[in-house]
């Protein structure tokens, strides 16, 4: 067969044209094929119940929007680190503001309290970080962004279900859609809640008739108090501490699927952070470095796992707690800060990936990622090489396996 060979000059063009019809389908999303889509789930929306009214008012003339999946599609060019991560999560702005609120609304937290067991300064904590106290809730409506997600092929699963959950809050009456805005990826409200999670969850605190996470303060906190009390919070107890581990600690014990008594934790040489012993009680904890065997250790409980229900990210749910604790009159954590912290850009933690891999070990997909399976695949490598088995992914372990090669 014999091949054509096209010209620079329109190898240029064809390669514009090319760009062209693909940002042009992606920025529009195939109104046609949208149209026909919004038909299909109108019909679905119907067999559920929801009424000709709701569904007019909340999907006539909606659009994709472009700018949506472009924030699905971003991802950031560097990991956090920990200590970023929390510096911009617990500041001492949000901290005073965290104590001059929990003292303003003592009377409402103390009833939430007397209801659904969950201590005000964890209820101020996440409302501080989930929406800096209810300033920043999002302006995307939450509709559009729905149907967006729900049409991109990606997660559509996912984010169809979570639209006809948001078409059945309008259709209850407790917000209209031209009022329902939040994040771009349908996050609503002070509490950031997914529509699923307000169907199940949200409260009607304020005795209105209505579940208003977006105006209403008593909904507010207890919708968030009763997703926490359902997700297994203990009111009587606390999240975690900061601990000391002995030098010569076996880094296997760590993570958070290791669980042991606070007195099989006392015979290992966990203490506090003031050298004294723990506290004699009869709970579980799991020893966590979310910034590896050089960083601060915790020692998390139950209630850090129910966080975890919240949002599934360590770095979340130490900084609900550390923000709690310091609303509380609680100091900063106590171990000593590195000079400078090193980013690994997720081209980085892509090649670390690719080098595991090459050398037998298997961190999953190749995707610049920190998940869990790359952090077993770099504890295997670390055992292997004799190195501190903390899973934890730094320039030096890069440089390391790059010399292995």
């Not at 044209?17 to 949208?34: M, N, P, Y």
């Not at 279900?161 to 209850?172: F, K, P, Q, R, T």
């Not at 009869?282 to 910034?291: D, E, Q, R, T």
């Not at 130490?318 to 604790?325: E, N, P, S, Y």
Request: aromatic content about 10%; hydrophobic content about 40%.
């Amino acid at each position: 067969m014999q091949m054509t060979i096209i010209p620079p000059k329109y190898r240029i063009i064809i390669s514009i044209i090319a760009l062209s019809v693909f940002v042009l389908s992606h920025q529009g999303l195939c109104a046609e094929d949208f149209s026909s889509w919004l038909n299909e789930l109108r019909q679905e929306a119907r067999t559920k119940g929801i009424s000709e009214t709701t569904l007019h008012e909340a999907l006539d003339n909606i659009k994709p929007i472009p700018r949506v999946i472009e924030l699905d599609k971003r991802q950031p060019e560097f990991t956090q680190t920990f200590w970023r991560y929390l510096d911009i999560r617990v500041t001492e702005s949000r901290i005073e503001q965290g104590r001059t609120l929990l003292k303003t609304h003592k009377e409402l937290f103390d009833t939430i309290e007397m209801r659904y067991g969950v201590q005000p300064r964890f209820l101020v904590a996440f409302w501080g970080l989930e929406t800096n106290f209810g300033n920043y809730m999002g302006s995307f409506p939450v509709v559009g962004s729905l149907a967006t997600l729900a049409y991109d092929p990606r997660r559509s699963d996912f984010f169809r279900s979570e639209l006809l959950a948001a078409l059945s809050i309008i259709d209850a009456g407790h917000i209209s859609a031209a009022n329902m805005l939040g994040s771009w990826a349908g996050a609503m409200g002070q509490p950031q809640f997914m529509p699923s999670t307000f169907v199940r969850y949200a409260v009607d605190g304020d005795g209105d008739g209505r579940k208003d996470i977006w105006h209403s303060l008593p909904d507010v906190f207890a919708s968030a108090a009763n997703f926490l009390s359902e997700s297994g919070w203990q009111g009587d107890k606390t999240w975690g501490r900061e601990v000391k581990i002995p030098s010569d600690f076996d880094l296997d014990l760590t993570g958070r699927e290791v669980k042991k008594t606070l007195a099989a934790w006392q015979i290992l040489g966990i203490r506090k952070m003031n050298g004294e012993d723990l506290p004699q009680v009869n709970m579980k904890g799991s020893v966590i470095l979310p910034a590896g065997h050089d960083g601060p250790a915790f020692l998390v409980y139950n209630n850090f796992h129910t966080i975890l229900r919240w949002n599934r990210s360590d770095f979340y749910a130490i900084a609900v707690g550390h923000l709690a604790d310091r609303i509380t009159d609680k100091g900063p954590l106590l171990t000593t800060r590195p000079v400078s912290e090193q980013p690994l850009s997720r081209d980085q933690v892509e090649k670390i990936q690719e080098l595991l891999v090459a050398q037998g070990y298997d961190p999953g997909l190749t995707d610049g990622v920190i998940g869990s399976q790359t952090r077993q695949a770099i504890k295997e490598f670390q055992r292997t090489t004799k190195l501190p088995a903390d899973g934890h992914p730094t320039t030096q372990l890069l440089e390391i396996l790059k010399k292995n090669e």
